[in-house]
């Protein structure tokens, strides 16, 4: 199969969405890869490993649309790429068509197969193409919040781990999934007092027997947040309820009962925020004080490390794209079920339920 990966044109998307490696796999399997001239530069990989590996630069983002028959790429495409998708082109991606009607307009005109990241699912129903996302942004979030916690970022000047005679920072992780386990793990890690809040017991169970003995566990209410968010230096917005906006586990009536100089990081932005004083900010401008309190919200936290988000997501998204390579859309989506799911568009049809829902009832 003739495959393409352009560069990323999304605005401060510095993904791509194959690695050297990944070239590598499929040139072996006899597939001819065409990557755009200065694709991976902004993740770490220069031109040059994608000669190496056998890749075939192409100038334009015109040509490789042009001359492949599958694309592998990160971003949704955006308005300036509409018109370079061909019919019958299968596009394998992240496209989030429910929150796009414009995109979901112009990938129905264009005929394409629109495969998407976010909805492949596995027989437990998790989301494997989702989940490197959620593991780096559960990092990074810690990352930051220790970062704005120093004084000339506007925190109140704690260490995260303390040192010998001085106690540690207190941090609240709230949500035990993915983002939440990184989190608290990383915290762990560096020697902060951490909790964790989740409404689910099972949950809060097994992560009080895997995380370390610094990371308590809670039963996520109301009350409890109200009384924890108190004393808290960092707070991590990391719930999701599937399908919906994200609940305001923190009030505005709360952040004055704050620390001054407390940070909170909302990860659960993309999804409308866990704290009821969020509001998207990005990369370029990333935090904001209310009440004292330092608020991060990015809505897309990876973004600031392309080279680890690149090779965590291509080593999710790599087996399934051989699989497409080898097999072609159609085979390939008969015999594994989870790429089945990740259908969303077919030659002008919207054939993922809930995208359907969202534009045709
Ligand atoms: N900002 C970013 O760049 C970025 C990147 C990746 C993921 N995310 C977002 O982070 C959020 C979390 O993702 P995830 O992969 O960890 O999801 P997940 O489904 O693995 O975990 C969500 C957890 O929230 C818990 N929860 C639900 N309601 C709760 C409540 N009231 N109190 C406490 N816990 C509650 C659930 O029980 C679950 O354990 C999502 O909104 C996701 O879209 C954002």
Redesign the pocket.
Known sequence: MKIGTPKEIKNNENRVGLTPAGVSALVKQGHIVYIQEGAGVNSGFSDELYLKVGATLLPSIEEVYAASDMIVKVKEPIEPEYRLIKKDQLLFTYFHFASNAGLTKAMIDSGAVCLAYETVEKADRSLPL??P??E???RMSIQEGAKYLERPNGGKGILLGGVPGVKPAKVLV???????TQAAWMAAGLGADVTL????LP?LRYLSDVLPKNVKTLV?SEYVIAEEVKSADLVIG?????GAK??H?VTAAMLSTMQKGAVMVD?????GGCFETSRPTTHNDPIYTIDGVVHYC?????GAVPYTSTLALTNATLPYAIQLANLGWEKACEVNEELCKGLNIVKGEIVYPAVREAFQG
């Open positions: 989702l989940i996302m959620s780096v942004a559960g709230l949500g035990g999934g993915v983002v939440g809040a989740d409404i689910s949950r996520s990391a719930v999701l309820v599937t994200a609940p586990l990860v659960a932005i993309d999804q990015v809505a897309n936290i990876p």
